[in-house]
């Protein structure tokens, strides 16, 4: 009887090894002010006004994981974003920035829900050394999420969430890995609006390059919208670098791409960082705009958590014959704390 009971007391606490569960809250809160002129130059006049989300896009989530036993594991998260500036969700959706769950084990990850596209984490890449994270970086291409502002070539922005998704990443093979992901369009007929995207990526050391693809279904008239980017980021010690190009085209005769560079020098508590960029968009053979932007920034790491922060952000860009259609600044004072 007793041999009994010790069998069972051993088989409980396996029981509750396999399905031990963590969840973790965390969240951004990303608060300046400042100043931003967006807009034609005729037209485009500053304006003075309190940020959110200029340095680190401000949001709050809670993401967990259970242990399943043999390696497995199932995980979820929830992420949102808002505006810290007056209390207001960000977008439209509960969870508009991220609502999955799924399972982890040694054949990789896959999820299911709203998500970033595969392609996105090679695009996040070659900003990384950045200072400014996307849409406030130094950038020349896509819409930057502002009216009054289309990149050069005025052609969609790839968006770097989709709803309706499956994803997957494999495991790493010697520093080798993949991802893909597929967003349902979930509309009727003829209606199509799926979002495909996959990546390649090489990490090893302070090295980290990769390709990414994605294919956006019917987004405008002109028919499907696709998307190439490489990128490439290197710590070299006593600064970071990164880098990329990024292409969008249209079915039609539409192309745009751009480069940008980026770096991040950290000395002592402070981070500097400047960043730049260039685009050309081509209509068949013949350039019809082109366009160069450029931010700096200063960071004071107050705690590893808590940081103050000075940026500004430029560009430009002009059409074939050379003169001024949209312009872009912007320069604040933040405040940013993670938790």
């Given at each position: 009887?007793?041999?009994?009971?010790?069998?069972?007391?051993?088989?409980a606490?396996?029981?509750?090894?396999f399905?031990?569960?963590s969840v973790?809250?965390?969240g951004?809160?990303?608060?300046?002010?400042?100043?931003?002129k967006?807009?034609?130059?005729?037209?485009a006049?500053?304006?003075?006004?309190?940020?959110?989300g200029?340095?680190?896009?401000t949001?709050?989530?809670v993401?967990?994981?259970?242990?399943?036993?043999?390696?497995?594991?199932?995980?979820?998260?929830?992420?949102?974003?808002?505006?810290?500036?007056?209390?207001?969700?960000?977008?439209?959706?509960?969870?508009?920035r991220?609502?999955?769950?799924?399972l982890?084990?040694?054949?990789?990850?896959v999820?299911?829900?709203r998500h970033?596209?595969?392609f996105?984490?090679?695009?996040?890449?070659?900003?990384?050394?950045?200072?400014?994270?996307?849409p406030?970086?130094?950038?020349?291409?896509?819409?930057?999420?502002?009216?009054?502002?289309?990149?050069?070539?005025?052609l969609?922005d790839y968006?770097?969430r989709a709803?309706?998704?499956?994803?997957y990443?494999?495991?790493?093979?010697?520093?080798?890995?993949?991802?893909?992901?597929?967003?349902?369009?979930?509309?009727?007929?003829?209606?199509?609006?799926?979002?495909?995207a996959?990546?390649?990526?090489?990490?090893?050391?302070?090295?980290?390059v990769g390709?990414?693809?994605?294919?956006?279904a019917?987004?405008?008239?002109?028919?499907n919208?696709?998307?190439?980017t490489?990128g490439a980021?290197?710590?070299?010690?006593?600064?970071?670098?990164?880098?990329?190009?990024n292409q969008?085209?249209?079915?039609?005769?539409?192309?745009s791409?751009?480069y940008?560079?980026?770096?991040?020098?950290?000395?002592?508590?402070?981070?500097?960082?400047?960043?730049?960029s260039?685009?050309?968009?081509?209509?068949?053979?013949?350039?019809?705009?082109?366009g160069?932007?450029f931010?700096?920034?200063?960071a004071?790491?107050?705690?590893?958590?808590?940081r103050?922060y000075?940026?500004?952000?430029?560009?430009?860009?002009?059409?074939?014959?050379g003169?001024?259609v949209?312009?872009?600044?912007?320069y604040?004072?933040?405040l940013?704390?993670?938790?």
């Amino acid at each position: 009887m007793k041999k009994s009971l010790i069998a069972l007391a051993v088989l409980a606490t396996t029981g509750a090894a396999f399905a031990q569960s963590s969840v973790t809250l965390y969240g951004t809160l990303d608060v300046s002010v400042g100043s931003s002129k967006i807009g034609a130059p005729a037209t485009a006049t500053s304006t003075s006004q309190m940020f959110s989300g200029n340095l680190a896009s401000t949001r709050w989530g809670v993401r967990g994981s259970e242990d399943l036993g043999g390696g497995l594991k199932a995980i979820f998260a929830l992420e949102q974003g808002f505006d810290v500036s007056n209390g207001t969700q960000a977008a439209g959706s509960a969870f508009d920035r991220m609502s999955i769950v799924g399972l982890s084990g040694g054949f990789g990850t896959v999820k299911f829900g709203r998500h970033d596209t595969s392609f996105d984490d090679i695009r996040d890449m070659s900003v990384s050394s950045n200072i400014f994270n996307a849409p406030v970086f130094a950038t020349t291409e896509g819409v930057v999420g502002t009216s009054g502002y289309l990149g050069v070539g005025q052609l969609a922005d790839y968006g770097d969430r989709a709803s309706n998704q499956i994803r997957y990443e494999s495991p790493s093979f010697g520093g080798f890995s993949a991802g893909f992901s597929y967003g349902l369009d979930e509309a009727a007929s003829p209606v199509k609006r799926d979002v495909t995207a996959f990546n390649l990526r090489y990490k090893a050391g302070n090295l980290d390059v990769g390709y990414g693809y994605q294919e956006n279904a019917n987004e405008v008239a002109a028919g499907n919208l696709e998307y190439n980017t490489l990128g490439a980021a290197y710590n070299f010690g006593s600064f970071r670098l990164s880098g990329g190009w990024n292409q969008a085209k249209n079915k039609t005769s539409r192309k745009s791409d751009a480069y940008s560079i980026g770096a991040i020098v950290p000395v002592g508590a402070f981070d500097f960082s400047l960043g730049y960029s260039t685009a050309k968009a081509k209509q068949g053979s013949a350039t019809f705009e082109k366009g160069d932007a450029f931010s700096a920034a200063v960071a004071y790491n107050l705690s590893k958590r808590t940081r103050v922060y000075a940026g500004l952000t430029t560009g430009d860009i002009e059409n074939a014959a050379g003169t001024k259609v949209r312009e872009r600044e912007l320069y604040a004072l933040g405040l940013v704390h993670n938790f």
